[in-house]
């Protein structure tokens, strides 16, 4: 089976720092991607991870750990606009799909 | 820098008629994928397209649904008779390659809504 758990909605000021979490069972793995999503748009690659580790650009980090399951997506120096869905999804093997999580809604608030 | 590409934005059709969404997925790439997202739910994959052939489907791209690659760049997408259940945003996505560091870039979306 296949099962992407990531909290519903965060909160945060803006400036601040926020790690949206996300654990992952798949049958088949070949890297963890997250993407943004704003209400009624497409989905905008921000980040993903194949080896352990973090990945840095900008003011956004991923992090994977396979053995645990698990990766998170850090944001620095929160912006307003950065107020928006952000969704896990891991890469299946053979024809890679992406299998996505129900997003995590993050508000960001003055 | 280069897109994906989807029309119409929206379509509205009622039950039962059949709906052709449009694909152009960017030009080097490969791999082509349609994926759904009815409002307030996850994306879903639908379906996976390589060298003019279905590669991979969901169990939701059942016999209502086809996929054609007609010419050098269109990716369409038909319902046959669609139902009340099929309204929904639904992006294409395309990858060059299947490497490990091959991204998936999605369209803006169709967002289609049966009546």
């Known amino acids: 089976g296949q099962n992407i758990d990531q909290p519903t909605e965060m909160t945060a000021t803006e400036g601040a720092i926020v790690q949206i979490n996300c654990t992952y069972q798949t049958s088949g793995f070949n890297g963890l991607f997250w993407y943004q999503q704003h209400a009624g748009e497409a989905p905008t690659f921000l980040s993903y991870?194949?080896?352990?580790g973090l990945e840095e650009k900008g003011r956004f980090s991923s992090f994977l750990s396979r053995s645990k399951g698990y990766s998170y997506l850090l944001l620095k120096e929160l912006q307003m606009k950065d107020s928006a869905s952000y969704l896990c999804a891991a890469r299946d093997t053979g024809f890679q799909k992406l299998v996505f999580g129900t997003g995590t809604r993050l508000l960001v608030s003055p | 820098e280069p897109e994906v590409t989807q029309t119409p934005s929206h379509q509205v059709t009622q039950m039962g008629q059949e709906v052709i969404l449009r694909c152009v997925p960017i030009?080097?790439?490969?791999?082509f994928y349609w994926y759904r997202q009815i409002l307030g739910q996850k994306v879903e994959f639908l379906v996976s397209f390589y060298n003019n052939e279905i590669s991979e489907k969901s169990e939701i791209f059942d016999d209502q649904f086809s996929v054609e690659r007609p010419d050098g760049s269109n990716f369409t997408l038909k319902i046959r008779s669609t139902k009340l259940e099929d309204s929904a945003m639904y992006f294409c996505a395309s990858t060059p390659g299947q490497t490990s560091t091959d991204t998936q870039y999605f369209g803006p979306g169709t967002r289609l809504t049966v009546l």
């Open positions: 030009s080097n790439h490969l791999y």
């Open positions: 991870n194949v080896l352990d």
